[in-house]
């Protein structure tokens, strides 16, 4: 069995995956303390981390021996250096006190590697969108994938956590946002989709700027109803032009499949529009799109352990490597 650690950014997580692929254990903490700041504080993140990994770690364990232990998995990166120190300290000294081999995970290949656990299997098209990240890849095997476009400036879940403040909605945005979503009218508001940036790349930023520019023009006229239908209108927006990227690159395929992944694969329109496209498509579960540990467990499943002691010296990375 792996276990699995994950802190790249405020969710201190840890889970028990068998090599065939099968969850014992999958705990996400998720850390509250960011919500009254409306987004994450990278150095209270890191701090967090440290007063929770071990007890996430105990309760993932709970039930097996560590005796059936034969693989430490860590996220390595991409994500906060300090929050990504904490798991991969963490995960070397337990690897090392059972001189068991460490498996360094890239987060993004995690997030396509969730799809896995489901048994849906490459060759698919992978939209991955979540709150640092939003690409679409060619998956063809397991251990890699082929960018096929990504956004030139915001993340779409950044899109729904700056759209949830303009509208004066908590953090995460997302999830709130969304929900007051669903009681408005998504016709009522026209958002941009970026349709004009040609390919399979994604932008965010000027549908950011349209909603603060209503947000603005409603001035006090903003009633409850209102916001809902702005919630609802920009909600569509997103869900629009991430999809117009999805049709674009299906259309492309020779067979097409289409799998997704992070947060915002979280949403309920979203997962409505993939699962209604008339191609094979893997929706994987709420937990499974949110960051979590079992899909790192699932991506170390076909990386190359680092024996020990070679992996004493590993350190985190914050940005993508090319
Ligand atoms: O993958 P994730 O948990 O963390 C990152 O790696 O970023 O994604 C978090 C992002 C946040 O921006 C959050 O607002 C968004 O996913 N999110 C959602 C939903 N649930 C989470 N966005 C839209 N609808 C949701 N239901
Ligand atoms: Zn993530």
Not at 71 to 86: D, N, R, S
Request: with cysteine; glycine share 10%; net charge negative.
């Amino acid at each position: 069995m792996i276990l699995a650690i994950e802190t790249s950014c405020d969710d201190t997580c840890a889970a028990v995956v068998t090599r065939t692929g099968e969850i014992r254990s999958n705990v996400v903490s998720s850390q509250g303390v960011h919500s009254r700041f409306g987004g994450v504080v990278p150095e209270w993140a890191s701090r967090h981390h440290l007063e929770l990994v071990n007890p996430v770690v105990d309760q993932a364990m709970e039930g097996v021996d560590w005796e059936e232990i034969e693989l430490v998995a860590v996220t390595q990166g991409p994500g906060l250096v300090g929050a990504l120190l904490v798991g991969v300290a963490t995960a070397k000294g337990l690897a090392a006190a059972r001189r068991l081999p460490l498996a360094a995970v890239n987060h993004l290949q995690g997030h396509v590697a969730a799809n896995f656990l489901g048994g849906f299997e490459p060759p698919f098209v992978c939209l991955v969108a979540s709150g640092g990240h939003t690409f679409l890849a060619r998956v063809e095997d397991h251990v890699g994938y082929e960018t096929l476009g990504q956004t030139l400036d915001d993340a779409a879940g950044e899109a729904f956590d700056k759209g949830a403040r303009l509208l004066g909605l908590g953090y995460p945005g997302g999830p709130a946002l969304s929900k007051l979503a669903a009681s408005g009218d998504s016709t009522a508001f026209k958002f941009p989709i970026a349709a004009k940036v040609a390919g399979l790349d994604f932008s965010f930023a000027g549908l950011k700027t349209a909603l603060l520019y209503k947000v603005r023009d409603l001035g006090e006229a903003e009633t409850e109803r209102l916001k809902a239908d702005l919630a609802a209108s920009y909600e569509h927006a997103i869900v629009e032009a991430l999809m117009l990227r999805v049709e674009r690159a299906l259309e492309a395929e020779h067979e097409p499949r289409l799998a997704i992944g992070g947060g915002v694969a979280a949403n309920r329109l979203l997962r409505e529009r993939a699962q209604s496209l008339g191609v094979p498509v893997h929706v994987p579960p709420h937990a499974l799109c949110t960051d979590n540990a079992a899909m790192i467990a699932s991506a170390a499943r076909h990386v190359e352990p680092t024996p020990y002691p070679h992996y004493l010296a590993l350190d985190a990375y914050a940005t993508k490597r090319a």
